[in-house]
């Protein structure tokens, strides 16, 4: 069991079982969390050992079932992941958290209502807004007991979402940020522009957002398909 902290003292997080788990890159220690109040599972990926004190190279990743397993690319999710898992290959020593709160923290019903909006042409923050959603609704609490059961106080993390960073730092967590921008596509150029724009994620100047028509195009190209 982890102890809850006083910022995360709603949360009640039971670690239930670890396998080993083999991927093309490396193989990671996969840990999987029941949250008892939501009966959400929750995962973590380690490589080597964490818990030594030294900052960990870490990646903090929402579930996208579209992006992270049906290789959609509207987002850039899929490849943060696979990037992330690649990078910590390399280095033979990290952790990704996988946290189960699809599309932002709206469920994947309401974000496919959201791309459906989305065709309408409004922009991803607009879409969820429409759909009664504040622009992100993910909640980082859990990733305190997570980090603290594997002894984890200080992250290089892999992100260019400074709410996640101001959010872990919140939660007593040093974080050093690692930029991590990849997966940009012609389909998901306005979507990286508007999290750029609208979110205050920290993504190149490349990302400025390319003319609505062009997005449209690249969507009806992938709906014709
Ligand atoms: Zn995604």
């Known amino acids: 069991m982890v102890h809850p902290s006083s910022t995360s003292s709603s949360i009640n997080l039971e ?10 890159w490396a193989t990671f220690d996969l840990h999987v969390f029941l949250e ?18 030294q900052p960990v190279l870490a990646r903090i990743h929402s579930e996208c079932l579209t992006g992270d397993t049906l290789f959609s690319l509207r987002c850039d999710c899929g490849t943060q992941l696979e990037s992330a898992l ?3 290959a390399k280095e033979g020593r990290g ?15 309401n974000k496919i209502r959201a791309y459906a909006l989305q ?23 859990l990733c305190g007991p997570l980090l603290r059961h594997f002894d984890v106080q200080s992250l290089r993390l892999l992100t260019n ?15 050093e940020r ?5 997966g940009s596509t012609r ?34 190209a992938i709906t014709k398909k």
């Open 15 to 24: 670690h239930v079982a670890s396998c080993a788990l083999p991927t093309p």
């Open 36 to 53: 008892k109040s939501s009966g959400k599972e929750h995962l973590a990926l380690t490589l080597g050992a964490v818990n030594d004190g």
């Open 86 to 88: 690649k990078h910590i």
């Open 95 to 109: 952790l990704v958290l996988y946290l189960r709160q699809e599309g932002r923290g709206i469920g994947l019903v």
């Open 119 to 141: 065709e309408s042409g409004a922009d991803t923050v607009e879409a969820n807004h429409q759909l009664g959603f504040a622009d992100d609704a993910r909640d980082y609490a």
């Open 161 to 175: 979402n400074p709410r996640k960073i101001t959010a872990l730092e919140e939660l007593g967590i040093h974080v």
């Open 178 to 182: 690692v930029e991590h921008v990849v």
């Open 187 to 220: 389909f998901n150029s306005n979507y990286l522009a508007t999290k750029a724009h609208k979110l205050g994620h920290l993504l190149p100047q490349g990302s400025a957002p390319v003319h609505e028509a062009s997005q449209k195009q690249a969507i009806s």
